[in-house]
């Protein structure tokens, strides 16, 4: 009986190699490890076999059914690795096509900007402050040290806005802000009012849009954003500017970057300044960015001329101040090589999305 | 202003390179904005330069000062010469056509011989025909004659774009002299900032090089020799109005004669940018050039004239009501009556400080002259010189403020040039009335006052030094202070706390901003006033950024039209009813805009051309004239809009569907929730002048109207460039919506017990709203109700005609425990009971 067993066991496993899918194995379960198999019903020919042969034959007989069974299993796994391994390669992508489009929203270069730029401030203990777009002419000019005629009208042409009732000859009242500057007022009127006879010490920073009768031209435009700057205290010196500004220009454009300061005008400030960084492009070495210069214009500033001071509530000979102003869209312009201002107000989505 | 940097250097000894020159004067606050080369060696290498760069340096050994010994007919062209040109070495045929040597064909030997500048071959020039371009002379043949070099032009040369002529130099040039030692020169462009009036002359310029090197300044000789009959009794002034007119003065020359001036003197103010015209109009422009002062030349006797042969009187007034002059260009002007005139008893003669009148002009016959140097009124002339349109060296340097105090050295250093150039006698003293002799500001100012403005303790002696360069008068007082008087050329330097930062910046300026030291702010940190509203207006851009929108910023400035254009009755309303501008740059940008919906559309339909799909945003002021006081409102507003695709197209899958009223609404909702706005916001059915009357909402924010929302009306949409998408827009307060953020916000409890989840259908008439069958069921279910998300909308045949379906999936839930099923049959009971109450709803079967 062992022999015909053994033989049995052989033939088993053979057709089990030639099993090739769940099915066939399935098949092959039954026939050889299914109740009605022979190795099953060994046990109960027992007693065919001599009685002293019994426990080596019964031995034998789970060797060779635990055999079989190790031998299915390792089989069914097989068969699973294969089929899993095949279910994989058919599930294989071409992960070269493109990935599904998200929606992204953004900010308009100028918001990210003026962001960038007052989140120094910030830091540096400045708060934002804003004010109207359309301004009198005293807040504009005259408060701001530029009376009727004064020469520095030149510098910046001016829309001004038609109000009832005044003459074709006279200088209208009301202008569309040519600068953040009257904001520079507004701001020190309203610290003072928290106590006219001490006021409290400022530092804000004024960003907005601006507006000047320019023809629309890729270097000019009627309308750009500038981020004003005003610290005033008791003890606010000409080297805090320079010192404040430098610091600024190195958290913006790079801790090395150099910075140099050259006397400039503006009717609001004295002594005014206006301050180049270092071209962040070339280094400093000249490319057509900087014409050569290894500079590049980004601001001007100043101590906040004593008439203004005044103007805004603040004794100057007991506060001192400094301001300063910049364009957002130049230096946009600067950082991502921009050519032509209009992009900014055009709004086209090719430009947007580059952001 | 131009400035030629030979003629600097008539008053100072300037040790240093061009370049290194104009980098002074830019750190002196005198930018130079370019540097034209005239001779002097330009730069071999341009960058890390901070101005431009043009113009030629002249080789010293091609391009030289020559004589012309003869001047000879060309055998085969009628319109050239043969010039003999002798150049220091050898003698030269050269072939010319310049029309200034004609007169001198076949004279002979010239003596004594003209002299010329000589270019020698291989010289490199300026290309004539070609502007910034350089040409080599090569040996070439004209019309037979061999030809290498050439007597130059002032083109050729970069001096001036005469092209015509040849230079002809004055008689004492040395022959054989490289040109560029005898006249090579460089001209510095400097812009002149309205608080540097004092540089308008090239002395100013000069003074601030001589303070920033502490070197001397070698003013010119003003001495005059008067040897003419004396001009008292032959010439009178009378000034009507010393505001306008603060000095006035004249002197006389006699028996000169009208001809070119010296060579140099033609060069000089060409560089600087002035038309040589004749000796005594030279004179006048050359001093003015040098100080600053404009003058101006009568012909006397014209005056004498017109005093019937009286001595003629000088007046200067206002201009009377439709009085009219011919000035000197021309032109017939009508004055306005703030207008100052010099005029004499026959009417005006010239408007002050602008422009002289033709009639007393000098001319080629003018025997006599008489020089005015006078001081207007800056405003006056501004005024005058703006509503004429007419801005002349003098008007510019007069509304900029001259000193009165140059009007002596001037008129007496013109005279003097008159006399030399051409010829004459200086009728001895002056005319000078000063009806209001200025007054040399003075401040008392101590080193610790500057200190507190600069941030650097100079010493009084330091202080003091770098005034007295710049001639102010330093005297120290007892008390540590210094007494400063201002020059008598300055009148920017004011008073008290005035002046002392006028003063603060000279010592920065000459002391070098560079060398300030750099400091961080100590002072005390300001107090918070409550300035939030930036940030919470960040805050609103964060989220619509967040949920997909592309922020755009467009003009404030727009038409009327523009905006009707947005509307379906496309009418536009009047300029009057918006905030105007007295003077647009263009005429569809007139008025600021009262809406930033059609600003939207526009920027949609210009995109619409690239992109299917838009989601924009913009969030800026409006403004709305008020009916008092003299500014309008500048409300912020918010306005989204929508169009095209919900996803951008992908390979795989179906294209996705447009969107639709519902995709804006849900932008909005969203927004809402993600602001943490303490109460949902509301929307009921509304009309809006540009949108799809069913399919438009009105906004609220509690219990304030926020705005509106919808689908952009058919009318309007075909008046823009879209395609078949619908183009969904909203236009809301931010104002509002900035003031309804909360400061702070409370968190529900995470629930500790599981929901009960059931969906259950309403049927009811199609006219009720979604919202109230959603508020039935809240207020039916009360607090258990933990979430109402509806799910379907159905009508169709299983429905009697007028209904609808509304499927409701329903979180029950409780604080505290499991709801058992009968908890949520009971809330269910409540909720069916409450919606067949308020809305008549049925529950489907
Ligand atoms: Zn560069």
């Not at chain 2, 004396?230 to 006699?254: K, Q, S």
């Not at chain 2, 560089?271 to 012909?299: C, K, Q, S």
């Not at chain 2, 002072?523 to 997909?548: C, F, M, S």
């Not at chain 2, 009697?800 to 409701?808: E, F, H, I, R, V």
């Amino acid at each position: 009986m062992l022999a015909e067993l053994e033989r049995l066991y052989q033939q088993a496993l053979s057709e089990l190699d030639a099993v090739t899918d769940a099915q066939a194995l399935q098949a092959w379960r039954v026939r050889h490890l299914g109740r009605k198999a022979p190795l099953m019903q060994a046990f109960g020919r027992m007693r065919e076999v001599p009685a002293e042969e019994r426990p080596r034959v019964g031995r034998r007989i789970n060797e060779l059914r635990d055999a079989l069974q190790q031998a299915y299993e390792a089989k069914a796994e097989a068969l699973r690795q294969a089929e899993l391994a095949r279910a994989l390669q058919e599930e294989r992508l071409d992960v070269t096509l493109p990935g599904r489009p998200r929606p992204y929203g953004r900010l308009h270069p100028t918001t990210r900007t003026i962001r960038e730029i007052v989140r120094i401030f910030q830091s540096m203990g400045f708060q934002v402050f804003t004010s109207r777009e359309v301004e009198t002419d005293e807040y504009n000019f005259q408060l701001l040290n530029i009376p009727p005629h004064h020469p520095a009208r030149d510098m910046q042409d001016t829309f001004y806005v038609a109000t009832p009732g005044v003459q074709a000859d006279e200088t209208p009242p009301v202008v569309l802000r040519t600068h953040t500057s009257p904001g520079q007022i507004h701001a020190m009127r309203r610290y003072a009012a928290q106590d006219p006879d001490n006021p409290p010490p400022i530092r804000v920073v004024l960003p907005g849009m601006v507006f000047r009768y320019e023809q629309i031209t890729t270097r000019s435009e009627i309308q750009f954003t500038q981020v004003e700057g005003l610290a005033v205290g008791r003890h606010i010196t000409f080297s805090d500017l320079k010192g404040t500004l430098t610091e600024w220009a190195r958290r913006m454009f790079g801790p090395q970057v150099r910075t140099r300061f050259r006397p400039s005008y503006f009717p609001f400030t004295e002594p005014s300044v206006e301050m180049d960084v270092e071209c962040f492009l070339c280094g400093g070495q000249g490319c057509p960015v900087c014409k050569y210069t290894g500079w590049l214009e980004v601001l001007g500033a100043g101590m906040v001329h004593p008439v203004v001071l005044r103007n805004g509530g603040y004794d100057p000979e007991r506060y001192s101040g400094f301001a300063f102003g910049m364009g957002p869209e130049r230096i946009t312009m600067l950082r991502h090589g921009i050519q032509d201002i209009r992009h900014f107000w055009r709004n086209d989505a090719r430009f947007l999305e580059q952001f | 202003m131009k400035v030629p940097v030979s003629w600097l250097k008539d008053y100072v000894d300037i040790p240093l390179t061009v370049e290194d020159l104009a980098r002074l004067l830019t750190s002196l606050g005198l930018e130079v904005e370019a540097v034209h080369y005239v001779g002097l060696p330009r730069p071999a290498d341009a960058t890390r330069l901070d101005f431009k760069v043009s113009g030629l340096g002249w080789e010293p050994d091609k391009i030289v000062v020559a004589e012309v010994r003869e001047v000879l007919p060309h055998p085969n062209a009628d319109r050239l010469v043969l010039a003999r040109v002798f150049d220091g070495e050898q003698e030269h045929q050269v072939v010319t056509g310049a029309p200034n040597l004609f007169a001198y064909k076949g004279q002979g030997p010239l003596t004594p011989p003209l002299k010329v500048a000589y270019a020698r071959e291989g010289a490199t020039l300026l290309d004539p025909y070609n502007p910034g371009q350089t040409l080599r002379l090569k040996r070439r043949k004209i019309r037979g004659i061999p030809s290498y070099s050439m007597v130059c032009s002032e083109k050729e040369l970069g001096i001036s774009d005469e092209h015509e002529g040849i230079i002809v130099l004055d008689p004492d040039a040395p022959t054989g002299t490289p040109l560029a030692d005898y006249m090579g020169d460089a001209v510095l462009d400097i812009a002149i900032t309205p608080n540097m009036a004092r540089a308008l002359g090239i002395i100013g310029v000069a003074r601030e090089v001589a303070a920033a090197l502490n070197l001397p300044l070698r003013l010119p000789d003003t001495a005059v020799v008067m040897e003419g009959p004396p001009i008292a009794g032959r010439a009178a002034v009378r000034i009507t109005d010393p505001e306008a007119n603060p000095r006035f003065a004249v002197g006389l020359i006699e028996d000169v004669t009208l001809g070119p001036s010296p060579y140099e003197i033609q060069r000089r103010l060409k560089l600087a940018g002035m038309r040589p015209i004749n000796n005594i109009v030279d004179a006048t422009n050359y001093v003015m050039l040098e100080w600053g002062e404009p003058l101006h030349a009568f012909d006397y006797d014209i005056l004498v004239q017109r005093a019937d042969g009286q001595p003629p009187t000088i007046i200067t007034r206002r201009a009377q009501p439709g009085e009219r002059l011919t000035t000197l260009d021309g032109e017939t002007r009508d004055l306005p009556p703030y207008a100052v005139l010099v005029t004499d008893t026959a009417g005006p003669l010239s408007i002050a400080g602008v422009m002289g009148g033709a009639e007393s002009e000098v001319r080629a016959t003018t025997r006599r002259v008489l020089l005015e140097a006078a001081v207007w009124d800056p405003i006056t002339i501004r005024r005058v010189s703006k509503a004429l349109k007419l801005t002349t060296e003098a008007a510019y340097r007069y509304q900029r403020g001259v000193h009165p105090a140059l009007v002596m050295p001037a008129l007496q250093r013109a005279l003097d040039l008159m006399r030399r150039w051409a010829g004459g006698v200086v009728a001895q003293g002056v005319v000078d009335v000063y009806p209001r002799p200025a007054r040399d500001t003075v401040n008392r100012i101590h080193p610790r006052d500057l200190s507190r403005l600069l941030g650097l303790d100079l010493p009084a002696a330091t202080i003091a030094d770098l005034l007295r360069r710049l001639d102010f008068r330093v005297r120290p007082l007892d008390d540590g202070r210094l007494e400063v008087t201002t020059p008598p050329h300055r009148l920017d330097i004011g008073e008290g706390v005035v002046g002392l930062a006028d003063l603060a910046e000279e010592v920065a300026r000459l002391y070098g901003y560079d060398r300030i030291p750099a400091t961080r702010l100590a002072d005390e940190l300001p107090p918070y006033i409550g300035l939030d509203r930036p940030q919470r207006e960040a805050a609103i851009k964060d989220a619509l950024v967040n949920l997909g929108l592309q922020e755009v910023v467009t003009y404030r400035l727009t038409a009327p039209e523009r905006e009707a254009r947005a509307t379906v009755s496309g009418q536009p309303r009047p300029d009057d009813a918006y905030v105007r501008l007295v003077n647009p740059i263009a005429h569809d940008r007139r008025v600021l805009r009262q809406s930033l919906l059609p600003n939207l559309l526009e920027v949609a339909e210009r995109n619409a051309r690239f992109v299917r799909r838009q989601a924009l945003f913009e969030m800026g002021p409006v403004f709305l004239p008020r009916a008092e006081g003299l500014l309008p409102d500048e409300p912020q507003r918010l306005a989204l809009l929508l169009t095209g695709p919900r996803e951008e197209p992908f390979w795989a899958g179906a294209a996705a569907d447009d969107m639709d009223f519902f995709d804006l609404k849900g932008v909005l909702e969203t927004l809402a929730r993600v602001l943490h706005l303490p109460e949902p916001l509301r929307f009921e059915p509304g009309e809006h002048p540009s949108l799809h009357p069913g399919k438009t909402a009105r906004v609220w924010l509690g219990a304030a109207e926020w705005g509106f929302v919808g689908e952009l009306h058919p009318e309007v949409k075909a008046r823009y460039d879209f395609g078949p998408a619908a183009v969904l827009v909203a236009e809301l307060d931010a104002c509002a919506l900035r003031d309804a953020l909360p400061d702070r916000y409370a968190l529900q409890p995470v629930p500790q017990f599981p929901p009960v989840i059931e969906d259950l259908a309403f049927v009811v008439d199609e006219a009720v709203p979604a919202a109230e069958v959603e508020a039935a069921i809240r207020a039916g279910g009360g607090a258990y109700v933990r979430s109402v998300v509806l799910f379907d909308v159905y009508r169709g045949p299983s429905l009697p005609a007028g209904k609808k379906s509304l499927a409701y999936r329903l979180a029950y839930q409780a604080p505290d425990r499991t709801l058992s099923d009968k908890d949520a049959a009971r809330i269910r009971k409540k909720i069916v009971k409450r919606v067949a109450r308020a809305v008549g709803g049925t529950l489907r079967g």
